[in-house]
């Protein structure tokens, strides 16, 4: 069955250096992969795709990710983080019955 | 665009209640989908509508939760009764047909059942 692994509950990182929120999935055929971000009392908003094409893709607000089929990831990056990307971060895949199913989230906290 | 509108964004109800969540997708979206976010938990599928037919309700739990899409516009979701353990948020979405490249949430429905 399809699925998405995030393997850490929270990233912390200072403002102004770089982000990574992993990502490793488990598919069969193709990977449709996503990644979104949820804001406190808000609903999931949508950062990026990777369904073909460059293996690093580019989404909403400076964030990145790099899909590497070797490793079976899809990590989420960003060169120099903001004190307003702490939320929390979901990569999800779509399913064989074209559905997203989501990871369990990483909280990513950015200090000033 | 309004976006994926639900209501209400938040309510409170004792056990063995009922309790309705209203979702009204984007113009033009015919798939709507319901998601169960536990605390600290990622969203999870309840049940899948493309128009006004249910698609994929496997996840729902039938014998306390329903949820209709009678002109396969708006759509609402009911528990009845509502059980301590239904306490989440109740996310609604909608794309633009079952192999969208994307989803479009609402803001959710924060239940909490005392």
């Known amino acids: 069955a399809q699925s998405v692994a995030q393997p850490e509950d929270q990233v912390n990182v200072a403002e102004g250096n770089p982000l990574t929120v992993k990502c490793t999935y488990s598919v069969s055929g193709n990977p449709y992969l996503f990644w979104y971000v949820q804001y406190p009392n808000r609903g999931l908003q949508f950062l990026l795709k990777y369904i073909t094409g460059d293996n690093l893709v580019k989404g909403s607000y400076g964030f990145e990710a790099e899909f590497n089929k070797s490793q079976t990831s899809f990590h989420l990056k960003k060169p120099s983080a903001l004190v307003s990307d702490s939320a929390l971060y979901f990569c999800a895949v779509r399913d064989i019955a074209d559905k997203l199913i989501f990871g369990t989230g990483t909280r990513l906290q950015v200090f000033p | 665009e309004a976006g994926v509108v639900q209501s209400p964004r938040y309510k409170i109800i004792e056990k063995k209640q009922p309790v309705a969540f209203w979702c009204n997708p984007i113009?033009?979206?015919?798939?709507l989908y319901w998601y169960l976010q536990n605390l600290g938990q990622g969203p999870e599928l309840l049940i899948r509508?493309?128009?006004?037919?249910?698609?994929?309700d496997s996840q729902l739990p039938k014998d306390r939760f329903s949820a209709e899409r009678l002109k396969g516009v708006d759509s609402t979701l009911k528990i009845q009764p509502a059980e301590l353990g239904d306490s989440a948020v109740y996310l609604c979405?909608?794309?633009?047909?079952?192999?969208?490249?994307?989803?479009?949430f609402g803001s959710g429905t924060r239940l909490t059942v005392v």
């Open positions: 979405a909608s794309s633009l047909g079952l192999k969208a490249d994307g989803y479009t």
């Open positions: 509508y493309e128009n006004e037919e249910a698609v994929d």
């Open positions: 113009s033009g979206h015919n798939t």
